[in-house]
């Protein structure tokens, strides 16, 4: 009885999804084209299908090609949930470390507490358009801004191999990208956005972006089980756990999320027109659960801060605290009585503040997490204003 309700509720779920999706799907029936390198496709076994699921991961579509590299030698890649690349000699090892079913992920996902370095390759060979640098720019602030253990640190130039992650554009005509899957604590050292992806408005191309640096942190598919954001012919319509394939709840299942279709996400496994470029809520929860803040957080203000307007002195006006990194909860105190402000806030919405009297006033920004807190003072300016004059937050 319950699973009959939950297949009714993603399919209905699904149907929803479809309308709002146009053409402009990753599609999976051509040829994929790394850069100018050689590459074959080789014939899947039934032991390469083995090895995939032992990994947890969706096997169909599952693709094994084969790279020669610049160096003339042959490595073989498996082409996993279309567009994870996972290098053959290291699933063995990915195999070995799940014997002890906990400590599966550790080699999967990234350690923690570090800087990872980012090149965006704006030069040479693989080099992203300036659309493409710009969302990179964005996608990269938005894993900054979650306040993860992870700090990232991007620099454009040639490609360079010293650093964590490449992000390059290679030739392919289909609307997609590309990443890798981490690998002994570091993350998958190359992102690649396909040619055909150009033409994709910035908070698309910042989806795309947010969405392969998520596959180097160790990120799946949130609906891996079924690609229910897919177009019908690119989805495995497969109930929970069917053939002996893994069951959603498997080791893999990032505690504190939806097991279920979850339509914000950035790791579903199609994208659409309307992607606005942000993390869903439950990203947000997974990445903090594999990767959280280590030590206090850092507390941030806007530059300047804010004055506001006291024309009929109850008006309120609007503030908007940015991102401190590693901070869980928000709270701002006044100084006065006669600056009155809401005291548990969040970053990024809106924050009355209403002064009775024009003035120099003082609030205290207070970021908090498990480890304590820091604090801040926001300098608030009250002044009069004529009527239409309006104050202005930040
Ligand atoms: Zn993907």
């Not at 040829?31 to 096997?59: C, R, V």
């Not at 079924?226 to 893999?252: A, H, I, M, Y």
């Amino acid at each position: 009885m319950k699973n009959s309700f939950k297949n009714l509720f993603l399919l209905t779920l699904f149907f929803s999804i479809l309308i709002g999706c146009s053409q402009e799907e990753l599609t999976s029936d051509e040829e994929l084209i790394i850069e100018s390198s050689d590459f074959k496709e080789l014939e899947i076994t039934q032991d390469d299908i083995l090895k995939i699921k032992k990994l947890e991961f969706n096997t169909t579509g599952l693709r094994l090609i084969e790279i020669i590299t610049s160096k003339g030698i042959a490595e073989k890649y498996y082409i996993v949930e279309e567009d994870i690349r996972i290098a053959a000699h290291q699933v063995d090892k990915m195999i070995g470390a799940a014997s002890i079913s906990k400590q599966y992920n550790s080699n999967n996902i990234v350690d923690n507490d570090r800087e990872i370095t980012v090149r965006g390759v704006t030069q040479g060979s693989g080099a992203i358009t300036n659309a493409q640098k710009n969302a990179l720019l964005k996608a990269i602030e938005n894993y900054n801004n979650v306040g993860i253990g992870l700090r990232f640190r991007l620099t454009f130039g040639t490609k360079d191999n010293s650093k964590d992650i490449n992000a390059i554009q290679v030739f392919d005509p289909r609307n997609g990208a590309q990443a890798d899957f981490p690998f002994g604590g570091n993350p998958g050292p190359e992102v690649r956005m396909f040619t055909g992806a150009s033409g994709n408005n910035s908070l698309v191309l910042t989806h795309i972006w947010m969405h392969e640096i998520g596959h180097t942190l160790g990120l799946r598919h949130t609906d891996w089980n079924g690609r229910q954001s897919c177009p019908p012919e690119l989805q495995g319509v497969e109930p929970v756990n069917p053939n002996g394939l893994p069951n959603v709840n498997g080791l893999n299942h990032i505690p504190g999320t939806p097991t279920g279709f979850d339509a914000t996400s950035v790791m579903l496994a199609c994208f659409s027109t309307s992607e606005n470029g942000q993390f869903g809520t439950y990203d947000v929860v997974a990445l903090k659960h594999l990767y959280p803040w280590v030590g206090l957080p850092i507390v941030r203000t806007r530059n300047p801060d804010p004055t506001i307007c006291t024309n009929v002195f109850v008006q309120p006006d609007r503030y908007m605290l940015p991102v401190s990194p590693g901070a869980d909860t928000y709270e701002l105190t006044s100084n006065s009585s006669n600056l009155i402000v809401d005291r548990f806030v969040r970053p990024n919405q809106e924050i009355l503040m209403i002064a009775s009297q024009p003035g120099n006033y003082r609030l205290t920004l207070k970021v908090s997490n498990s480890f304590g807190s820091r604090s801040a003072t926001i300098f608030v300016t009250a002044n009069q204003c004529n009527d239409d004059g309006g104050g202005f937050g930040f």
